[in-house]
């Protein structure tokens, strides 16, 4: 069953996230930023080369930006009890 749940105006299956945080490193890029990511998924791509179609896996995330590390935290944990009463 599908379980939508709006995350800052991105809608998405919850039961297709595989994990959410928020970058603490200042030294790995911007703090303010929540990192979303979904399951691995798999389609079948054509390649004209070989005339045939493989099987490819794909990991999407989702990056949403905040002003500021302390506003993402506050959405990641709303974000967090969406998620987890999704899942429910």
């Known amino acids: 069953m599908i379980k939508l749940i709006d995350l800052d105006n991105n809608i998405v299956d919850a039961n297709q996230i595989l994990a959410m945080g928020v970058n603490s490193s200042h030294s790995v890029g911007a703090t303010n930023c929540i990192k979303i990511t979904f399951k691995a998924r798999k389609e079948y791509i054509y390649d004209p080369n070989i005339e045939?179609?493989?099987?490819?896996?794909?990991?999407?995330?989702?990056?949403?930006e905040f002003a500021d590390y302390n506003t993402a935290r506050d959405y990641l944990d709303l974000w967090k009890a969406e998620w987890q009463a999704a899942m429910e």
């Open 52 to 64: 045939q179609f493989t099987l490819e896996d794909f990991s999407d995330i989702l990056n949403v």
